[in-house]
């Protein structure tokens, strides 16, 4: 039990408590107003901070973060969301394309259809192995449209993707259920831009006319694009009312487009993705790649197989294959001559070399030759970028080899097996150089596996040589693929 305690009338409380001069006490007494006022401005500063976020018609959509992945890691094939569309009538035969790229317990995503599929794996609600599917959320059914009523569906995935809240995603990645990705190429390019910034990374169609109608600074979808968290961010949030003012427009991507410009910013342009807004055989265009890597490629079904005498899904699983063993080195071209025979060699690592039984410029040998038309008009142009002509004199057309194998060669090396096909339209010439080039049946390549980190310095296109002083033992002919010298270059 606790008692009263009785106290002295000359004993002073406060003087015992605080033995500190009357002076000191009143400053002190001072300073609470000013430590109070602060602490209500702080108070005020916080609340004004967290009530903005959930004023008006947005949605609060947190980012979530592992404390076991820092945002200061590399970023990683984990930190991009793909976010596909599909719809049910296509996902089944489209998957022999997802299942290309599509790493199990690797890549994350999911293909966004339409409505339930019919076929289905009960167990997981997937066909085995294929990416996974989610049905697009129904609010998109209320917004109006002029053409396509499925773009509106397309266009509001980005919004059904950050609606998860996943984790540690640092990266939206859009697509269409036919475009082929190279995950480790895509990987390549994207860790070159800061990720807690604002970025659009993609490129746009092949064709004037394409870019004409739609616009050149877009990303076309069925090539591929990259958001960055903070835009995706700021995208959904302004997303329906973007959609309902461009109700108007054709394609999804358009709308992504007109709705990230009205964010203020722009398209960052990547030469590797590929809309392939053309018509025919991409065989002149996938020969004279850019400089940069290969990060996708679309309309797989409305062209001409890559590789001859094989249906497309071979064709793919090929060239696969190659960028598996070298993902950086797919499809860049090597260019080299072979002064003695007066030849032109262009190689297209992993897929094709052609022999010119004459001098061409290396300015020419990088210009893709027009073995394709426009996508709408099936003309021979105009693309946004040169091409040649085919000649109609048959001698001045390349002898074409085709990939046949590909293998390792120890840790850090490869070699490819190029086959002989033939002249390029299989018309030949009976001129000596033509002749001598026609007997050349196997060309074998050799090479250094080129570095991730080639794509974050400045760019150049690697020389190749011709091993074994230019001898042609048996049909085969041997060449190197490999850095430039110093002093080196590729002119005649």
């Known amino acids: 039990m606790s008692q009263a305690r009785v106290q002295d009338p000359s004993h002073n ?11 000191r006490f009143f400053l002190l007494l001072a300073r609470i107003p000013v430590i ?15 009530s903005n976020h959930s004023r008006g018609n947005h949605i609060l959509l947190p980012r979530l973060k592992s404390e076991s992945t820092p945002d200061r890691e590399p970023t990683n094939i984990s930190h991009i969301l793909f976010s596909i569309s599909g719809s049910a009538a296509t996902w089944h035969d489209r998957t022999r394309y997802m299942n290309l790229w599509w790493k199990p317990n690797r890549t994350r995503g999911f293909v966004w259809l339409d409505e339930e599929p019919r076929e289905k794996n009960r167990a997981s609600g997937t066909i085995a192995n294929t990416i996974p599917y989610r049905v697009s959320d129904p609010g998109w059914t209320r917004f109006r449209y002029s053409s396509s009523r499925s773009a509106v569906r397309i266009a509001r995935i980005i919004w059904d993707s950050f609606k998860l809240n996943l984790p540690n995603v640092r990266w939206f990645v859009m697509g269409d259920d036919d475009t082929v990705f190279f995950t480790d190429n895509l990987l390549s390019v994207l860790t070159r831009y800061d990720h807690n910034q604002m970025w659009y990374i993609g490129c746009n169609s092949e064709s004037v006319e394409q870019n004409v109608m739609h616009a050149y600074d877009m990303a076309f979808g069925g090539g591929g694009f990259a958001v960055s968290y903070p ?3 700021k995208l959904v949030n302004a997303l329906d009312g973007c959609l309902e003012r461009y109700y108007y427009f054709y394609g999804s991507d358009q709308r992504i487009w007109a ?7 722009s398209l960052t342009p990547e030469r ?4 392939l807004d053309i018509r025919g055989d991409p065989y002149g265009l996938l ?5 940069a890597p290969l990060v996708t490629l679309h309309h797989i079904d409305y062209l001409n197989s890559l590789f001859p005498n094989r249906t497309q899904l071979d064709s793919l699983e090929t060239l696969i294959h190659a960028y598996r063993i070298d993902p950086n080195r797919i499809l860049q071209q090597s260019l080299c001559y072979d002064t003695k025979r007066e030849w032109s060699i262009s190689i297209s690592w992993g897929y094709t070399i052609q022999i010119y039984p004459l001098f061409l410029s290396a300015n020419n040998l990088a210009m893709p030759l027009q073995t394709f038309k426009t996508w709408r008009s099936w003309r021979d142009g105009p693309f946004v970028f040169n091409t040649r002509s085919v000649s109609p004199d048959p001698c001045d057309h390349p002898v074409v080899y085709f990939l046949d194998s590909v293998e390792n060669v ?21 001129k000596p150089g033509f002749v001598k080039a026609m007997e050349v049946k196997t060309i074998i390549v050799s090479s250094l596996k080129l570095d991730p980190k080639y794509w974050h310095k400045a760019t150049q296109r690697q020389c190749c040589e011709i091993m074994d002083g230019g001898s042609i033992t048996d049909g085969t002919m041997r060449i190197r693929v490999r850095k430039c010298r110093p002093k080196e270059t590729m002119a005649l």
């Open 287 to 291: 020969g004279a790649h850019p400089i």
């Open 259 to 265: 709705c990230i410009s009205e964010i203020g910013v």
């Open 410 to 430: 120890g840790p850090t090396g490869t070699r490819t097996t190029y086959t002989k096909y033939g002249p390029l339209l299989g018309k030949g010439c009976d």
């Open 272 to 275: 590797g993705f590929h809309q």
């Open 231 to 233: 835009l995706a961010e």
């Open 36 to 50: 109070v006022c602060l602490i209500a401005s702080i108070c005020f500063v916080l609340y004004s901070a967290f």
């Open 13 to 23: 409380p406060l003087k015992s408590s605080f033995p500190i001069k009357p002076r």
